[in-house]
Every structure is written in C-alpha cells, then in structure tokens.
C-alpha cells in the first residue's frame, strides 16, 4: 500500500530527462531498482507538500534533487534507490498521514534516508514513523519554535507535536534568538541538551558523538547563513557555514544508527539562481558519503578489539573506562546503568571527554547520561 503513496523517481520529468554520464550519482539513481529482496544501503524520498497558504516549498525536493543528480557517485558496491515523492494530499492532515505511512515502512526496513523537504513540519510525522518511545532527534535550528495553534501552518509548529519520549537536541542556536526561560524550558521538557553555534565553532568534532546516537535530523536551511544558503524564509546575516553544515550531515551519515537525514526549508521561489538547491544537495551528498564510509565500530561484550583507558576522577567512585577504535579512532565510554549485569554500557563520547577525564573533570556527556538515567 504505501508504494500507492509515491510518486516514483522514475516518472518525474527531471529524471526521465537525465542524460549525465556513468560518474554521476544521477546516473546510479536512475539505473538503480529494488526489488525488495536485496535492501540498498540508502534511500532518497521527497516531501513536497506545500497546501499551506504560507508554504513555499512544493518544487523544493525536484529542484534539490536536479543538483543532486549531477554530483559525483560513490563506488559501485554502494547502492541508493530514489523513492520519488510522497503524494500530496487533499488536506494538510492527508499529506501528514501519507508520509507517517511511508516513514513507517521505511522504518522497518533499517535502511538510512535521505529526505529532501519541504516544510519543517513535516518532522512530526517522520519522528511517528519510527515508532521508537525512545527516538533522539537532532534539530539543526537557529532558533526554537513557538507553540502556535494546530491548524496554523507555518514552520513554528512542529515541536510541541513530537511523540511523549522523544529526546531532541537543538544544534546551532543562536543565542539573540533563545531567552534563558526558553532555553531552560526546553532542555526541561525536551530531555535533550541545546548546543549553540558559537559552541559547535569551538570544536565541531565534539558534535559526532552526539549525531553517532541520532535517529533522525530534522535540519533547517535556516540554522545557515543566508548569503551561503538562499532560498530560506529566514534571512539572517548569521549562522552555519556550508562547510559547517556539510561536516554535520558527514557525521550523521557515518552515525552507528540507520539515521535520517532531511533537509527542511528550502524555498526555490527565493533562489533565483539555485544556489541554495546547489547547497541543500552538496549538504544531502555529504550524508550520503558518510553512510558510503561507515564501519561497524560498535564495541560489544569484551570489546578486544579497542584499546581500553581506565581513568581516576576524583568523585566519582569507580574510575571512567573509555574505549577507542583502532581504525576509526572513535571514541567510547562506560557509564553506570542498573541494567547491564555482564557488560557495562557504553555511549558515543570524543577525545576531549577524555582529555577532561585525565584532567580530573568528570565529562558532561557522563553527568548528562547520570542524570537522566540513574
């Protein structure tokens, strides 16, 4: 039933007209079936919905995915299938529906997603679709977004509507932006930390531990600077870089998690000259390479393959174990947990988690876990 909610890649006029040559992603993406019975290592979907009065975004996903099509592919043994787009429906609540179907499916089969957007909103039903009581999202955001009534339609309107459970992280705020009281209120309610951009600048690396244990990114075109990324509804003079949000999207990608990626807020009707649909699908690219380079560095049981670090902090009464990664110098570290009998559980952590730990700091990623859970 719900490939019935597709539009298939294969019948829309951009890609019946692709003409690039074999080193085009575009190429493999038009070539490329699935028969259900060999899984791909990603997929690509379309959220174009735009029966909003206030949306913009109803060509975003085609006009994204034109650019997209004409970057370089991966290697052969690295498989992506274009899914086309979920089809409009006749309300709103339709479309909402259409996608949360699809989502579901998709969620079922593991497979990490690309989802070009769209209307930011449309995270809501992506996030239902995983079915997960647990599901961590990250949002890459400048700002956070206002309670507005259900049946307004304008990007501020998504967060209160997250499933009960959902842990959010916001990346990239912007101070000028986030009174105290809201930022308090989110970090209270949200059970997620909330990362400025001035802190991602001091140390980006720090935000791949943190995207390692992410299920899905919602990322708003409007977290960029406008002169880097047009085509957002918000045009603000500050905020990430394109190679910023690149390094991001690469760090999702390589995510020990079958995460998803989507790109929100893409408007073609304030990109004249698609610079923003040039930037949206370098930003997608990047995801995609990262699931292209992953490796299963997960460290399970005895974990003999990772070089182990015992360290002492005063105040704590045991001493931190941190576990690196020979060959992805991934970091790793114990945490208490009343549910591990034989294994301690481990969680994504960085090299500065453990320089603080040898400087007799007990690392916030450690204070965070504590708190939550035990």
């Not at 074999?22 to 990603?42: E, F, N, T, V, Y």
């Not at 698609?274 to 949206?280: E, I, K, R, T, Y």
């Not at 988690?353 to 965070?368: G, H, T």
Request: aromatic share 10%; glycine share 8%; charged share 25%.
């Amino acid at each position: 039933m719900w490939k019935e909610l597709l539009v298939p890649a294969s019948t829309l006029p951009l890609v019946k007209t692709f003409d690039g040559g074999d080193d085009l992603l575009g190429r493999q993406l038009k070539d490329g079936r699935w028969d259900g019975s060999h899984l791909p290592d990603a997929f690509i979907i379309g959220v174009p919905d735009a029966r909003c009065p206030e949306s913009l975004f109803s060509e975003a996903p085609d006009r994204v995915r034109e650019h997209l099509y004409h970057l370089k592919t991966f290697n052969a043994s690295f498989r992506i299938v274009d899914l086309g787009n979920v089809k409009c429906g006749n309300t709103p609540a339709d479309s909402m529906a259409a996608v949360k179907i699809v989502a579901e499916e998709i969620a079922s089969l593991g497979v990490p997603l690309l989802i070009l957007g769209g209307d930011q909103l449309f995270t809501v039903p992506l996030v239902k679709g995983l079915e997960n009581p647990q599901v961590h999202l990250s949002l890459v955001d400048d700002r956070l977004d206002d309670n507005h009534p259900e049946e307004d339609c304008r990007l501020d309107t998504f967060i209160n509507h997250l499933p009960s459970g959902t842990n959010v992280n916001l990346l990239a705020a912007q101070s000028f932006f986030i009174s105290a009281d809201e930022k308090e209120n989110f970090q209270t309610s949200y059970n997620g930390s909330l990362i400025t951009l001035g802190t991602i600048r001091e140390g980006i690396e720090e935000m791949e531990p943190l995207l390692r244990e992410t299920d899905m990114v919602s990322f708003d075109l409007g977290s960029m600077k406008a002169s880097e990324a047009p085509g957002q509804l918000r045009n603000s003079p500050n905020g990430l870089t394109g190679e910023e949000a690149c390094q991001l999207a690469w760090y999702a990608g390589i995510s020990t998690k079958p995460c998803w990626f989507a790109l929100f807020g893409y408007s073609p009707q304030q990109d004249p000259e698609n610079l923003g649909a040039m930037m949206c699908a370098q930003i997608g690219w990047y995801f995609l390479n990262g699931i292209d380079k992953r490796t299963d560095d997960i460290p399970l049981d005895e974990a003999i393959d990772f070089a182990h670090y015992v360290v002492p902090v005063e105040g704590l009464p045991e001493p931190v174990t941190f576990l690196k990664h020979p060959v992805t110098k991934r970091w790793w570290m114990e945490v208490p947990s009343p549910d591990c009998d034989l294994f301690p559980l481990r969680i994504p952590c960085s090299k500065g988690d453990y320089k603080r730990a040898c400087k007799n700091e007990i690392p916030e990623r450690w204070w965070n876990y504590f708190d939550k859970n035990c």
